[in-house]
């Protein structure tokens, strides 16, 4: 039994390289009769896999697109390029990054020893430029994921934002990313309320491998909920601005955490803050529309500082060779 399984793992592998083959060949390679490949075909069908049978001189076996998803052969560069390309993914904004993250977690779960270490040196040889991407513990978030979508309850050590670390026990809802993080939001079962936790600042236990029945949030206000909770909690300086475009525009051109109210299609409110003023002056000023500053004198004053300091660089002397 164990030596028609390797086999069957082989032909499979064969089979999975785009080609027609013909019994002799197939035969050949296997080191079997024609009778067994024939044989052995039909138990890859019967586990899922669609094999087509071209009858003729150029003919032979190939396997084809079905209508379920068997399970896959790859090769030690092919599982290696999926693990790295999965990772990149989860990064991109695209739509699909828990599922990538589940993916990936299923796939490096059982990466031999010696293909996990050629992942690991691929993600430690490559950098990315500050900003462009957030940065991933990808065992951490691959094992958030998971338990997300097993609906598994999670363990975790947290350090706390002065320090301190605390045990946590929770019903894991929604991986969100955000700017250069990524945000958990979940049941918290010791303060039965929701609570969210930034992912790097997770240790994750072992798996409890208790289940529990999701609770349904909408996409939607599983964002809004994680903006309120992580801007409003954190922000140093905050602010309310009249902004002289529609609430669409500014959405999509503003890249930090705010609370956006639209006023007409063409004005709205905006309230946002952050750790430091001047920062938070230069994200405004880069949508470049006007506005009116309602709330915030943290922010009138960053303005006034910006504006000094973009009146001495326009009036000095140009440097010249």
């Known amino acids: 039994m164990l030596e028609t ?3 069957l793992l082989e032909l499979l592998s064969l089979l999975q390289l785009k080609r ?21 075909i039909g138990k890859l069908r019967s586990l899922g896999y669609p094999v087509d049978a071209r009858p003729g001189v150029a003919g032979g076996y190939r396997l084809v697109a079905g209508t379920a998803m068997p399970p896959l052969l790859l090769d030690d560069d092919e599982a290696v390029a ?5 990772g990149a993914v989860a990064t991109r904004g695209i739509g699909v990054e828990e599922t990538s993250l589940t993916a990936l977690a299923k796939l490096e779960q059982v990466l031999p020893s010696r293909l996990r270490r050629r992942v690991e040196a691929v993600r430690e040889a490559t950098s990315a430029v500050p900003g462009a991407e957030p940065p991933l513990d990808l065992p951490v978030l691959g094992g958030v994921a998971a338990a997300i979508r097993g609906h598994e309850r999670l363990r975790f050590g947290y350090t706390k934002p002065g320090g301190s670390e605390a045990a946590r026990h ?20 010791d303060r039965d309320d929701w609570r969210v936790f930034r992912v790097d600042r997770m240790a994750l ?12 949030i909408p996409e939607d206000k599983v964002v809004e909920y994680v903006v309120g909770r992580v801007s409003k909690g954190s922000w140093k300086y905050r602010a309310r601005i009249l902004v002289h475009a529609s609430a669409a525009e500014v959405a999509a051109k503003i890249q930090i955490p705010v609370d956006i ?18 920062q938070l002056a230069l994200w405004i000023a880069q949508l470049d529309v006007d506005i009116e500053v309602i709330e915030g004198d943290g922010l009138a004053a960053a303005f006034d500082r910006l504006s000094t300091r973009f009146r001495r660089v326009s009036a000095a002397p140009s440097g010249g060779s």
């Open 5 to 7: 399984s390797a086999r």
């Open 20 to 40: 027609d083959w013909t019994s002799s060949e197939l035969a050949a390679r296997l080191d079997v009769s024609t009778r067994t490949v024939r044989a052995d």
């Open 82 to 86: 999926v693990a790295v390309g999965l």
């Open 170 to 189: 929770t019903e894991p809802q929604r991986l969100v990313s955000w700017g250069p993080l990524w945000y958990l939001l979940a049941w918290d079962l």
């Open 205 to 216: 236990h072992a798996p409890t491998g208790a289940r529990f029945a999701p609770r349904v």
């Open 261 to 278: 109210e639209a006023v007409d299609e063409s004005t709205c409110r905006v309230v946002l803050g952050a750790d430091d003023a001047d």
